[in-house]
């Protein structure tokens, strides 16, 4: 038997091979499941479907598990199945033979299907597993005989969506649950409330559906643009009671559980606009038309602060059966409460150290509330400031090291880290993509996150439940535009939560991609299909010229380019190794499957300088998401974009661009540039003074440029022409804003400076 499987997985792999190099559409064909069960073998054969196939269902079993099922069937097929006594897809519930909550195994072979759960859920989820193996040709639905045993690496498995920057219908919402379900992610985080709109009814506060729910307008393009500008229209809505009450039923029938987040004490602009009693200042307040952080939050010095909210979760929680209701906590400014005399004597009366401890306390009395009425809150990683409180579950979303301490402390964590899993980040570096929040996070990042860092110990690890991909809707004005964002990648979120650590593999993933492809089509969902395209990477070559490398993950895709601006086509250069750039130009690539363009054209433009590969040295490291590793990049002749996600912008938070770049020898220097990004609404200010300075011998320098003043909202293009001066060494300082002035965006954070290729003529 062992044996045999190693006859059948060498000829599998030697066909693959085949297939791979041939990229017909037999690769298309080979059938999988996504997120890859545990264990996964053909038995060789097929089941084939008729009208007369019937399905049996053991005790215990609702026919609800069938509904997704039979609807997916029905679009294929024409017909649905029936309920019988003595059918041939055979469903049941045996604890004893399958281990582990929601696993299952599925057998298929030429006369039946088998499917058996641990429990109820198990048996759902053999039977998306069945979905996504129904193969239609010709008007025969088929499936290839095989056996799953499978069960789930992680118990949380997340899917967070935000409903305040942009309402989505209830019945979207429902078709994302099916999808939620197909892929066995089984928790929903419902983002309900935020500043730009609050969006569940609560009958206490009628208020709350007539102001809180709607917004004056809604800014138009990205928040980084300046000016901003509006579309002047209302905009809104809110789900009733009733709506919910239909949205969770949903839900649970799929085996999935709502979270509810109900924003605070941060995040909370749209309910302070119909009650402005619950802000620091008493307002007037307006529910926010454009993204970002707020200074209005609720007052925590104020008891009706906590009334208002206990009333509100006394109406949210007999809607959600969860056991874990999400109380936010992020992203709340600290500046009206110092100020104010209320959440001051609150400090004083509750011998708290500062604000941070107002947030654990605010945190901490709501908490009491939700655990009086049997509930655990869970919030973002910012609940660990001032001390967790008890039986708190961390978020962890600003990085790991939250979800970290929290494991440490052992308290229960997710793992939702901004940098792999927000989905509001852009999937491509293509400049022809929609316009989204920032970052860069695509499939294969996604897909290759790993929620158990090293940095826990066994036991520790077992605190971390499981993951979450995050769906924040500031730039996802539409359903389908929502799709492109969260598919394909939910998918890989989906391996990321249930595939075991050892079963996890890109490629594979990427061929039961594929073929799902057509599923994903009749589903009617609106997947971005780009994740095959060009990807490349800059780097320095061992002479210190730069390298470009292209590469595409489509099977028998072959890229072809050009180097004079023109389109690519057949007649092109191939692509077969790294291109040495030695000469300013614009390469523009594409991939060719079967002789035919795929996907979009890349292009890369270089300007070559001299100094291209110099040693540069920084005074100061540049930071966070901004910090590319090495110095190269700020010589390697590619520009940063403005959409400041493609790994070229070098940031620094609070301190000065101090870099010296050693050409090698003395040349004659008749220009010196740089490039510096200016987006006030996205903490990227200007630098307060730009120098250059050149030297012969790295000890004397010679001021020769200054400049204070950049206007461009965006990239500012400093080239500054030069009296002909020789030189080897070219200083250049960009002293950083410091603090955010009073009055602009964040003020009072530290700016960042972000500044990328040192230009030498
Ligand atoms: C968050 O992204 N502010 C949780
Ligand atoms: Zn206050």
Redesign the pocket.
Known sequence: MIKLIHLYKFLLTTLSLILIAGYSSAQIKQQGVIPQPYQFERNGGSFTFSAATGITIGPGIKTGNLIFFNQYFKSLAGYQLKVKNKGTIILKVDSSKVAGPEGYEVVVTSKQINICGHDEAGVFYGLQSLIQLLHSSDGKITVEGCTIQDHPRFAYRGMLLDVSRHFFAAEDIKKWIDMLALYKINTFHWHLTDDQGWRIEIKKYPLLQSISAYRDETIIGHKRDSPHLFDGKRYGGYYTQEDVKAIVKYATDRHITIIPEIEMPGHALAALAAYPQLG?TGGPYKAATYWGIFDDVY????DETFTFLQNVLDEVLPLFPSKYIHIGGDECPKT??KT?P??QKRIKDEHLKDEHELQSYFIGRVEKYLNSKGRQIIGWDEILEGGLTPGATVMSWTGEEGGIAAAKQHHNAIMTPEKYVYLDYYQSLYPGEPITAGGYTPLSKVYNYEPLTNQLSGDEARYIKGVQANAWSEYLPSPARAERQLFPRMLALAEVAWSAKENKDYDGFLKRLRYEQPMLKKLNINAANTFDEITDNVSETAGHQVSLSLSTTLPGGKIFYTTDGSAPGLGSKVYSKALTITQSCTIKAAVFGNGKITGRVYEKSFAIHKGIGKTVTLANQPQGGYNPGNTFGLVNGVFGSKLYNDGQWYGFNGNDLDAVVDLGSVQKISQLGINILKYHWQKMWEPTLLTFEVSEDGKNYTEVYRQTEFNANGINTVRADIKPTQGRYVRVKGTNKGIIPPGEYIAGAKAWLLVDEIVIK
Do not use: I
């Open positions: 620091c007052c925590a010095g104020n009206k409460w104010c209320k959440c």
